[in-house]
């Protein structure tokens, strides 16, 4: 039996809070000066802040630029502090200085895609965000052609490389408002699943963007 302590999970600050961190530690009045300084689109801390996310990629982008501790960036307050369940000596903060580290590989590198939020048929920038190499290489993908889609319910990783649907979920345009929808190739034609109903539409009449490779949701 393992008698190690768990290493329970931090209340990580997102939304509005992880965005006006940002505005406070980098000194920036607006959304306009953040845009400006962190080559972000403006709309994207409105997106954060709107839909509870944060960017570990800036967080670790901050820290390896200017040395800002990740642990200001990415907890709040009382998370510095908080004990643990099984004592009440506070939970320590470990940097790469107090750990041993295995050597960088591949296999415990990281890639990072962009993000993106679908609301109202529209993509919205969130920027980049960071996944385990060793996973997309177990799901056979190359981060180049990938991106990740979240909506309200799950978060897709779509392959751009198939767009020529066959069979399954695939991210589509029709008269530019985008979806994702499971179609499956029909002769001449293909069936769209709208909801509780199927449309066959001619392969012209829509645009196949990529084809989800991974679904990722909450039980």
């Known amino acids: 039996m393992d008698a ?13 809070e992880f965005v ?21 689109p403006k709309s994207t ?30 907890l709040k307050h009382d998370e510095l502090k908080q004990p643990t369940e099984e004592t009440n000596e506070p939970r320590a903060l470990y940097s790469l200085n107090t750990l041993q580290q295995p ?4 296999q415990s590198s990281t890639v990072v895609i962009r993000s993106f939020c ?6 919205l920038d969130t920027g980049e965000i960071p996944y385990a190499a060793r996973i997309f290489n177990s799901w056979n993908l190359n981060n180049k052609d990938s991106v990740e889609i ?24 029709i008269n530019g408002r985008m979806s994702i929808n499971y179609i499956q190739r029909l002769p001449n034609k293909l069936a769209v699943v709208f909801g ?3 449309v066959e539409v001619a392969e012209e009449d829509i645009k196949v963007l990529g084809r989800v490779a991974v679904t990722l949701g909450k039980c």
Do not use: M
């Not at 944060?54 to 200001?72: D, K, M």
């Not at 392959?159 to 649907?165: C, G, L, P, V």
């Open 4 to 16: 190690r302590k768990p290493i329970l999970p931090y209340e990580y600050l997102k939304g509005n």
């Open 20 to 40: 006006e961190k940002l505005k406070d530690t980098l000194n920036c009045r607006s959304h306009q000066e953040l845009a400006e300084l962190l080559h972000i």
């Open 45 to 74: 801390f409105s997106t954060w802040s709107k839909h509870d996310r944060t960017s570990h990629e800036l967080i670790i982008r901050l820290h390896l630029a200017l040395g800002i501790p990740v642990q200001e960036l990415a």
């Open 103 to 106: 050597p960088l590989t591949q």
């Open 118 to 123: 679908l609301s109202n048929g529209r993509l």
């Open 150 to 173: 979240e909506t309200n319910e799950n978060r897709y990783i779509v392959d751009k490389t198939h767009n020529d649907a066959v069979s399954g979920n695939y991210l589509i345009e």
């Open 196 to 198: 509780d109903n199927t």
